[in-house]
């Protein structure tokens, strides 16, 4: 079984400063990826960044990093530079080897960003 | 078309009436999924298509839910006889396969609100 855990349902920060949204894992796969999800009051779900298991350097998209620690199953979220833009939920998922079409989500946090 | 596409964005039904939600997933993506996402939580997985095959539908939540993709592309959730507790998002999904790797794209998702 598969299950993704955010322990921070919400989060502030100030505008220009960076942020730190937590995930946890656990995975009986020895292969799997990790994602990031971004969720507007819009409602669309929008990819951000990915991290396969096997990967040695850390994920990053633009001001998206992912601070992966494979023995600690942790997969947290970086945003460097906040902006207004970035109040969103955000969600951690994985898709594991052995269920691979499946993707996991995880509770959110939901992020404010304070001008 | 440039990503998934649902309709319709926001549905009101009446207890008891029967509603049909539309997803056109990107162009040449055969996977294809539905998630539920209740108010404040992750989204829960529904169903897989993979093409035309409904490979995995052990997500949904009562026989009175149904999901079809007849050609492969084009796919609709339908909920018979709807009850207040399927007051949700409906979030539409669709990868190119199956590999854990595999980004998954998500449109905007349609609001279902029984009342």
């Known amino acids: 079984a598969q299950k993704i855990t955010q322990t921070q349902p919400g989060m502030f920060v100030q505008e220009k400063e960076a942020v730190t949204l937590d995930c946890t894992y656990d995975?009986?796969?020895?292969?799997?990826?990790l994602f990031w999800y971004k969720q507007p009051s819009s409602g669309e779900m929008i990819f951000l960044i990915y991290q396969g298991s096997y990967d040695e350097q850390n994920a990053t998209e633009g001001r998206y990093s992912l601070n992966f620690q494979k023995a600690r199953k942790s997969a947290n979220l970086v945003i460097s530079a906040s902006q207004l833009g970035d109040s969103a939920m955000y969600f951690c998922a994985m898709r594991g080897m052995d269920s691979s079409y499946k993707l996991i989500f995880g509770s959110g946090t939901r992020l404010l960003v304070r001008p | 078309g440039a990503g998934v596409s649902q309709s319709p964005r926001y549905k009101v039904a009446k207890r008891g009436q029967d509603v049909a939600l539309r997803c056109d997933p990107i162009s040449g993506h055969v996977s294809l999924f539905w998630y539920q996402q209740a108010l404040g939580q992750g989204p829960e997985f529904l169903t897989y298509f993979q093409n035309e095959a409904q490979l995995d539908k052990s997500g949904l939540p009562s026989d009175r839910f149904f999901a079809e993709r007849p050609e492969g592309s084009v796919s609709t959730l339908k909920i018979q006889r709807t009850q207040q507790e399927d007051s949700a998002v409906y979030l539409c999904a669709s990868s190119t396969g199956t590999a854990y790797g595999n980004t998954i794209y998500f449109g905007e998702g349609s609001w279902l609100t029984v009342v």
């Open positions: 995975t009986s796969d020895q292969s799997y990826g």
